[in-house]
Nanobody, 115 residues
């Protein structure tokens, strides 16, 4: 089992920045993928960005150029630096951890962006 603890959500104004973090603990293998998804009100959860333990990164088109994902393998922690936030970025952000074809999810952290 893997547990995920997220932090960093909150209320910001449009154009401001916010950094999310997610720490994984438990039975963690060396090869894994960590990332972020988000769920806006009334919509399905969608992919934002992922990063493998080897450092390979993928971004959704909506995140390219504004968001930066990174990780600290020694701390089993993934970060999402979000810049130039827009009202459309407002959502609950969920941390995802995947290993051995099993996905784990965090409890979600809310990001609110005021216009």
């Amino acid at each position: 089992q893997v547990q995920l603890v997220e932090a960093g959500g909150g209320l910001v104004r449009a154009g401001e920045s916010l950094t999310l973090s997610c720490a994984a603990s438990g039975r963690i293998r060396s090869n894994n993928v960590m990332g972020w998804y988000r769920e806006a009100p009334g919509t399905q959860r969608v992919f934002v960005a992922t990063i493998t333990s080897g450092g390979m990164i993928n971004y959704a088109d909506s995140a390219k150029g504004r968001f930066a994902i990174s990780r600290d393998n020694a701390k089993n922690t993934v970060y999402l630096q979000m810049n130039s936030l827009k009202p459309d970025d407002e959502a609950v952000y969920y941390c995802m951890f995947s290993q051995a074809s099993i996905q784990y999810w965090g409890q979600g952290t809310r990001v609110t962006v005021s216009a």
